[in-house]
Every structure is written in structure tokens, then in C-alpha cells.
């Protein structure tokens, strides 16, 4: 109950959140509450705000400090990723298939984790943020089956990156760096939110969270 305390609960019938450059709430969490109406989620994440939470529990609104990103003219690729990729092993493609990303990446299993922190109900909201052109998939094949990609939404210039699954080895690694790589002259910045061993590994690394909303800001084309 304490950690709740520490939190600004959200009006049902307003959409607004606390201001993530002056407040940084607890642990990275800011808010709770609220719903996931497609404008509430969308003016999240033009804010920086992010929904993270396990399914059947309270909303948690995140924007963490710091805040894990790529610049995609900063992206690493080994030696063995290169013969991968030279070999043409994998094809890609955009906005193709974004119902059968999202699916894969509910589904798939983490190592270390049971359930699944994409609910249905979140699910039907990134979908139709993607049927208004405000989300987006890369999907990666061999031979013309779906082995891997990743969805996110796309404000301005900033790419926000949301999930992404594999059902081969680097087929994800492989997707994120053709993607990093096609938009690296029009994409300032991919916001991966938290840490992981696998984006750390391709180049994405920790910046204070008022640098990540500025870049964001200025790269709003819709605020």
C-alpha cells in the first residue's frame, strides 16, 4: 500500500498525467490508475510515459530515469551478425503482418518470467494505434515464414520500441539492426525503455531521463 502512496492516481474521465520533467515519481513509476483508452496511451508516450504492469493488477504509468536508448547511427554489429546478414538469411518487411508480431511477441517465453505483461486489452490498443498509422511492425522471414521482428510507435523522428520476439536465433538481433540501419539518417533515437543484455549488445546504452524527454520533445512533430 505504501508504494501506492507515493503515486498519483489518474481520473477514468481525464486524461492527464504528472509532468515526468519535474516529477519522477518512485522507482521509475509515476502514476497508476486511469484506463487504456487509445488517447490516453497515445498522449502517454508523447509525454515519455509508458503503460507496464501485469494483467488483472493496477495500471503503472513508467517513465524511468535513466532511460535506456540507441542512437541508430551508434549501432554495433559483430563480426558474426555481419556473416549472418551478408548470407542473406533473412528477409524483412514493414507493417505486414502487425497482428501476428504483436501475437508472437505476447506469447513467446522469457527466461525468468511466467505470464506475460502484454495484456489483450493493451494488445487491442496498440492495434489500433497501428490501423491509424501510429504504430508499426518489422517482421523478419526464412523462407517465408515469420520467425522473428518487433512493434513500437512512432512520434516525430523518435521511435518508440515497445517488444520484440524470436523463434530462430538472431532473427530479432537481425530485424533491429536492418531497422536501425534503413533509418539512421531519419530516426534521432530508439527508446528501449529498460535494460537488456541483448540491445546493450547492439549499442543501446543509459541517458539521463531529462536528455531522453528533450530529444523526444523536440522531436514531436505533434505536440
Known amino acids: 500500500m505504501g508504494f501506492f502512496l507515493k503515486m498519483v492516481r489518474l481520473d477514468e474521465n481525464e486524461i492527464s498525467f504528472p509532468d515526468p520533467q519535474v516529477y519522477d515519481g518512485h522507482e521509475g513509476v509515476i ?42 547511427k551508434e549501432i554495433k554489429i559483430s563480426k558474426s551478425m555481419r556473416k549472418i546478414l551478408s548470407r542473406n538469411i533473412f528477409t524483412f518487411s514493414e507493417n505486414k503482418n502487425f497482428r501476428e508480431v504483436i501475437r508472437n511477441c505476447q506469447e513467446i517465453s522469457r527466461k525468468g518470467q511466467t505470464g506475460t505483461w502484454l495484456s489483450d486489452e493493451l494488445m487491442d490498443v496498440f492495434i489500433s494505434l497501428h490501423d491509424y498509422g501510429l504504430a508499426k511492425s518489422i517482421e523478419v522471414w526464412q523462407h517465408e515464414e515469420l520467425v522473428g521482428g518487433f512493434y513500437g510507435l512512432q512520434i516525430g523522428n523518435v521511435f518508440c520500441g515497445e517488444s520484440m520476439f524470436a523463434k530462430v536465433s538472431n532473427a530479432s538481433k ?10 539512421q539518417n531519419s530516426i534521432e533515437l530508439i527508446d528501449c525503455q529498460s535494460h537488456t543484455d541483448h540491445l546493450e549488445s547492439l549499442g543501446a546504452r543509459m541517458i539521463p531521463k531529462k536528455e531522453f524527454l528533450k530529444i523526444l520533445y523536440e522531436n514531436n512533430e505533434r505536440r
Do not use: H, M, T
Open 174 to 183: 537481425a530485424g533491429f539492426i536492418y531497422f536501425a540501419e534503413k533509418y
Open 31 to 72: 502514476a497508476f490508475g486511469g484506463d487504456l483508452s487509445i488517447d490516453r496511451v497515445w498522449f502517454a508516450y508523447q509525454l515519455g510515459i509508458f503503460p507496464w504492469y501485469n494483467p488483472d493488477e493496477e495500471i503503472l504509468w513508467w517513465c524511468p530515469d535513466p532511460r535506456f536508448v540507441l542512437f541508430p
